[in-house]
């Protein structure tokens, strides 16, 4: 069973080679890593060709196309994505692919934490209020972008059905939705823990309190 890993970029030059080498420093190797070049115009591209991996330039704006066409141009049975900001632990391929192969699942997720930030925005936070309370509103279990895997043969069944509007939906969410339209299995694994940065929210906290809740009503919305 391969892994196929997703990162897609935009202007990340400050993040990327810490993201990079941690997925690079895997126990067990991804069998290919690609970063999708969302039209930056730092030294994101140079970055990636640099550290070895695969890059792939996607021209047509917005974190939906470019994780389509990650998703798309992966080439294994098994499609791993995670963002730029992130730092996942040296066993999180080894787990995914050890989840794939004893379970009878389409897709696997995991809880994250924000490694820059402190008080009660903790892995706790998100293990039992968000993860817990979107899945209660959608009725299963959803997904978290930035630490997911899922089949190549489901996102075949979904990939012409996802929304393509970034400002409509949670992307994530919304991946989640459709593969649990087709019956999908969409398991959770708290082995993969993985920390990411919190710069968006020291940046702007009305985005987290407010954008997201009310992008997460008009995702509702779509699916109702």
Known sequence: MKV????????????LETCLRHVLDQ???ADEVIVIDNNSTDKTAEIAKKMGVKVIRET??????TRNRGFNEASNEIIARTDCDTRVPRNWIKIIKEDFAKYDIDAL???VFFY???GF????????????SVGFIYGHKILIGPNMAIKKSIWEKVKDE?????KKVHEDVDLSVHIHKHKGRIMIDKRLLIGMSGRRLKSNPLSFFIEYPI???KTRLTHL
């Open 27 to 29: 126990e067990e190797p």
């Open 162 to 166: 996802v929304c393509l509007d970034d």
């Open 60 to 65: 047509t704006q917005g974190m939906i196309p």
């Open 215 to 217: 992008r997460h009503l």
């Open 121 to 132: 925005l903790t892995t706790k936070f998100f293990d039992t209020v968000y993860s817990a």
């Open 109 to 111: 997720g995991g809880p």
């Open 4 to 15: 196929s890993v997703v990162i897609p970029a935009y202007n990340e030059e400050q993040y």
């Open 116 to 118: 820059d930030l402190k």
